[in-house]
């Protein structure tokens, strides 16, 4: 399977920003690996870079409510495809559960596609690490994020 068909089974990109929604809600952004190279504490910044724009909205299964105040960090290795601090941020999302950056284009390592790391966190909610990889070519692309509740809901 192509690495752009795997991406779609794990998260959501679109073009419209709103999150694909299945029966009754939204369906949950599958979590991908964290790899060797996070590192907690990110500086609180709008831009590691410049040429590619990365936005969205974290949302809240089942019911697709945006997150306000969820930290969304993301790391990346940068032109030379080898991952440093220059490419690591955080952000907290708006009022409407939306975030953005701008960021360089991820290089390219041995064996990986160009791809961007996500961990998003909030209270009430189950802690997601997921990554957004890239078709290539892009100046912009919207991630939405969706979380699901740390403990199922109540009958």
């Known amino acids: 399977m192509a690495f752009g068909a795997a991406f779609l089974l794990t998260g959501v990109i679109t073009s419209s920003g709103g999150a694909?929604?299945?029966?009754?809600?939204?369906?949950?952004?599958a979590g991908d690996a964290e790899g060797p190279f996070y590192k907690p504490g990110a500086s609180v910044r709008a831009s590691t870079g410049s040429g590619l724009s990365v936005r969205g909205k974290v949302l809240g299964a089942p019911d697709c409510r945006p997150l306000p105040g969820v930290r969304v960090e993301w790391w990346q290795a940068n032109s030379a495809g080898?991952?440093?601090?220059?490419?690591?941020?955080?952000?907290?999302?708006?009022?409407?559960?939306?975030?953005?950056?701008?960021?360089?284009?991820?290089?390219?390592?041995?064996?990986?596609?160009?791809?961007?790391?996500?961990?998003?966190?909030?209270?009430?909610?189950a802690p997601l690490t997921t990554q957004l990889y890239l078709r290539g070519g892009e100046t912009s692309v919207t991630f939405d994020l969706v979380l699901l509740p740390s403990k199922p809901p109540s009958r």
């Open 20 to 29: 694909e929604k299945a029966p009754g809600g939204c369906v949950p952004t």
């Open 82 to 125: 080898e991952y440093d601090d220059a490419h690591r941020g955080t952000r907290a999302a708006s009022a409407g559960g939306e975030y953005a950056f701008t960021t360089d284009v991820p290089g390219k390592y041995p064996f990986r596609p160009r791809h961007i790391h996500f961990k998003a966190s909030a209270p009430g909610f």
